[in-house]
């Protein structure tokens, strides 16, 4: 591969006969050949140039719809202008990391939609960041206001060492950091995943991975796009709404190339439930990738047991090693292989320890996935706390170098230095093992908590989690706990609480809401404990009371919640024949747990995910009357239902 920058290959695919396919559901798609996607980048260029962008400047890519996303995110690399995709989500939250990252990058281009825009500037005026949204206003391109006359842009020339775009860190709701990317790490990056993977022209990639994500922008459409290969990306939206396309649409363009975090397999498994899949054919999938979080072996298993009946073989499940900050991939198997793993006993998984085997029928024992080897052109050291390096076969900090590793974070030389030592070796603050020369993943050595594929710092939750009423610094801790049984973490809060059980109901109900609401996720569990464990300089000691909570010290309480909780919903049967279809909804969205026409839902823990789901089967008995962003304006079924009654009959609330 000869090019040295993402615009000469983007110039170099002009007349390549591939295509971009977008699957905006099982009978909507658009498809636009590589030369065609040049054009468009183009145009969007020329816009840019006309709003007064030129090389160096910051574009924010905040919108819906991967077609929109991939004419922008070219169009602006094509200018040399910085792209910084940002995920629009459906909480507060997405919008003030937004206000907050364009107050960082000072007066950056926004490239977004009506819709967004309007919402951007009803929230900056509750937040207090007016002045923000404003400057953001005046320099926004609005693409379904788009002026069709302009001319095509004029694209920069780009040297290797040229920042190609910002990733910043995903799930963060406090600190984002701002990965930053050339387009010699991109190219680094892009020939040691085509070396291990094997990536060729006959190859067919499909994708629902967020273009706002490494994965999935990298991943699925940059490293496509760059090795000619047949590009069909459907929305993450529709792959939650409806899990069962993905494996469809795989069979029907006979897709060679699949990928799916942890989370994916999970949901996808869930809605499949016991059903066999008739007519679908998996035989052609040669590489499933399994990353992005911490990776279930059982789940694994579990996935190609169930899909084996289809085709699919168990050489093709691809679980990886990889972080933003590497561009995206570090260690990869040997493509074709079966994948494998081994069993070690977690308490013998300490830095500098040799990492001890689990005997057989051991009850605590940790499987950990085999996720390969280093790529060509990276390099991954086991490191001491000191950064020196460990033999293989001991328990480390896993530290990275290569040319695919980035340099540092955005206008951050504090958290570059930190870091990446004068070497360049980067701490991806993740401990692992090397065994064989092949890594294992063993835990995080910086606090992290993995959600849906997103990574949260406990500290951006617990801001968060602390507006509930009586709660304050250092009274709440977030954590990821893994009971036996579960797939991966579960969203957990311990919360300082010395009275009644029954008084902490409300306390656990509210925190849930507040997270949810702001944070899109689904809390499994808060809980109440008579103190919170700190070393002796007062830092939180948050493995003390995941490791109490596996254990089951707290099960007790919990269930005494749980039927405290359920002595307190008051009952009443739904009214009418909208309440009863939208209790209906809701019940089917949140299976095992009980839903009461007055509950609010967000209490419950109604996730991002799940409201995606509530809103899709709305949608379908009451097309185009509810806005997704609406229920969480009416997070009760009483509400929500009584609004679209209002709907329905034409008049305002």
Known sequence: MDCETLIEILEANRNVARSV????????????????????????????????????????????????????????????????????????????????????????????????????????????????????????????????????????????????????????????????????????????????????????????????????LIGKHIFMFANRIENHLMPTELFIRRPMLWTKFASERRATILSSPNFGYRHYLKVLGDR?????????????????EPISVELCDEFMERMAPCGLKRT???????????????????????????????HRLRVGAPAGRAAPGQQDALALIN????????????????????????????????????KGYYEAPEITARTIDADGWLDTGDLGVLVDGALYVTGRAKEIIFVN????????????????????????????????????????????????????????????????????????????????????????QRVALEEAFEAGEFAADVAELARLREAQHAHRDAAGGVEAKVKAICDAALPGKRVEVDDNLFEIGASSLTLIQIHEEIDKEYPGIVDLTELFDFPTVASLAAHVQRKLAGTRP
């Open 371 to 406: 996720v390969g080897r280093p790529i060509p052109g990276s390099e991954v050291r086991i490191a001491d706390d000191g950064r020196g390096a460990l033999p293989d076969g001991t328990v480390g900090h896993l530290l990275i170098r290569g040319a695919n590793v980035t």
């Open 21 to 216: 396919h977008y699957l905006e559901g099982e009978h909507d798609e658009r498809i636009v050949p590589f030369g065609e996607l040049y054009e468009r980048a183009r145009r969007v260029l020329g816009q840019l140039q006309r709003l007064g962008a030129s090389r160096g400047d910051k574009l924010i890519l905040f919108l819906n719809g991967n077609e929109l996303f991939i004419d922008g995110f070219w169009g602006a690399l094509c200018g040399g202008i910085v792209p910084v995709p940002l995920a629009v989500g459906i909480s507060d939250e997405h919008r003030h990391k937004l206000l907050r990252i364009a107050a960082r990058l000072g007066d950056p281009f926004l490239y977004t939609d009506r819709k967004n825009l309007d919402r951007i500037g009803a929230f900056a005026a509750t937040v207090g960041a007016s002045a923000v949204f404003e400057r953001l206003q005046r320099r926004a391109l609005v693409v379904d206001e788009l002026d069709g006359s302009v001319a095509a842009g004029e694209p920069a020339a780009a040297t290797p060492d040229d920042v190609a775009f910002i990733q910043f860190s995903s799930g963060s709701t406090t600190e984002p950091k701002g990965i930053v990317l050339t387009h010699r790490n991109l190219i680094a990056n892009l020939r040691g995943t085509t070396a291990a993977a094997g990536f060729n022209e006959r190859d067919v990639s499909l994708s629902w991975m967020p273009l706002t994500h490494d994965m999935g």
């Open 316 to 346: 093709a499940m691809y679980p990886v090693y990889g972080l933003a900050e590497a561009t995206l991939a570090v260690t990869f198997p040997v493509a074709g292989s079966s994948y494998s793993s081994l069993r070690f006993d977690r």
């Open 453 to 540: 594929g997103q990574n949260y710092f406990p500290h951006d939750l617990e801001s968060i989690a602390q507006r509930a009423a009586g709660l304050e610094l250092g009274k709440v801790v977030a954590a990821g706990c893994r009971p036996a049984g579960a797939e991966g973490d579960e969203l957990t809060f311990f919360i300082l609480h010395r009275g009644s059980l029954p008084d902490f109901v409300s306390v656990a109900a509210e925190v849930t809401r507040l997270v949810n609401e702001h944070a899109g996720l689904e809390v499994a569990h808060v809980v109440p404990v008579k103190r919170i464990p700190k070393t002796t300089s007062g830092k939180i």
């Open 276 to 292: 066999a899949l008739a007519g679908v054919d998996l035989s052609a999938a040669r590489l499933i990738f399994n990353g992005a």
